[in-house]
């Protein structure tokens, strides 16, 4: 396009089932879409196709075709980098890993809810306030789905 090689490379499961990462090559610039934001807990559309698991593979997927001087463009938020990709997948899997254990004990959403798995991130994400419950909801319906 115009001289630029532009790749678009389709992240199965990740927000929905039809999610597109978008490379441009020569410019050094990838755009995500909406599973990945900088903005905000993530939002896993499990009722189209979206799976936590397919996020962490297409994040993983984004964080490899970075270099260091890459500039990645979220769905919703600021532009930001590999180590802001790094940094967002290694969040998610750690509030995960907090949720694990509640749903295997048998607590109710509401009890994950109330034992705040995201304490340790709320005041580093912008916006995140408004987005705890819906992303511990999803992840809490998808492990106690057992997907």
């Given at each position: 396009m115009d001289g630029e090689e532009v790749q678009a490379i389709p992240i199965p499961k990740a927000h929905t089932d039809g999610d597109t990462l978008v490379r441009f090559q020569n410019a050094n610039v990838i755009m995500i879409g909406d599973y990945f934001r900088s903005l905000g807990y993530p939002n896993i559309d499990r009722a189209n196709g979206g799976s936590l698991q397919g996020m962490?593979?297409?994040?993983?997927?984004?964080?490899n075709?970075?270099?260091a001087?890459?500039?990645?463009?979220?769905?919703?938020?600021?532009?930001t980098d590999r180590n802001g990709l790094i940094a967002h997948r290694d969040m998610i899997i750690a509030i995960r890993d907090k949720i694990a254990p509640l749903v295997s004990q048998g607590k109710t959403q509401a009890e994950v809810l109330a034992a705040k798995p995201t304490a340790d991130y709320d005041a580093k994400v912008p916006g995140g306030a408004t987005t705890i419950d819906r992303f511990v909801g999803q992840v809490y319906a998808e492990l106690k789905a057992g997907k």
């Open positions: 962490l593979d297409g994040i993983n997927t984004a964080i075709l970075c270099n001087t890459t500039k990645v463009v979220p769905g919703h938020g600021e532009i």
